[in-house]
Every structure is written in C-alpha cells, then in structure tokens.
C-alpha cells in the first residue's frame, strides 16, 4: 500500500495545483461561411470525425458536415484562409472541393 501511494502521491500533488485551462475568447463580429464537397466517407462517424478535426483547427468558429450530402459546412473567423480548413479534412484523408453551389466564401453575421 506505502508503495502504491508513493507512487501516486507526486502525481496527485502535480495535478491538484495545475489549473484548468481558460477558454478561448469568442471573437464577436462577422463570419465566412464555405461549404466543400467532402469525398471518401464511408459512414457518419466520417463527417463526426471531420467536424471533430474542424472544430480543433484554428480560426474555425463552427462546423456540421453530412454524410448523406457529402458537405462540410464551416463557419470561419474572418481572417481565416478557407484553405486552413479544406487542409484539415485533407489531413484526414478525404478529397476536398468546393461544394457546388459555394464558388467563393462569403461574409455572414455570427449568432
């Protein structure tokens, strides 16, 4: 038992006087939203996957995709570069393309 809880000790010590961290700040203002056709997936935890991987992304305020449309659908800060976002589902590796009816990103007000 006195071995066991020596070994614990220093780690319980370590964890009870770090804090957790903060959130980010929201940033208030308008958003860009892209929509890309998402090609590769093979079920619904594919588009759980990419909204995960999207919503850990930097500059990435939101994101929904569907595997019944093939369509991720994200919600940018406004200087985020669309193609940081179109990486991110690439680094999982899916093809990524513009969605048909989305050409060029545009500016929209947040919730």
């Known amino acids: 038992m006195r071995r066991i809880l020596a070994a ?3 780690a319980v ?3 009870a006087a770090c804090k957790p961290s903060e959130p980010a700040p929201r940033v208030e ?3 860009t939203h892209v929509r890309f056709q998402v090609e590769g997936m093979h079920c619904g ?3 759980e996957a990419i ?3 999207l919503k850990e992304t930097p500059g990435v305020r939101g994101a ?3 595997f019944e449309t093939k369509v991720a659908e994200v919600e940018l800060l406004p200087t985020t570069d669309p193609e940081r976002a179109a990486a991110a589902i690439r680094k999982l590796g899916y093809t990524v ?3 048909p009816d989305a050409a060029t990103p545009s500016p929209a007000d947040s919730k």
Do not use: K
Request: with cysteine; glycine share 10%; net charge negative.
């Open 13 to 15: 010590l370590v964890l």
């Open 64 to 66: 929904q995709c569907s």
């Open 97 to 99: 393309s513009p969605a």
């Open 8 to 10: 614990v000790l220093p």
């Open 51 to 53: 909204v995960a991987e």
């Open 45 to 47: 935890g594919c588009a």
């Open 29 to 31: 203002g308008p958003s």
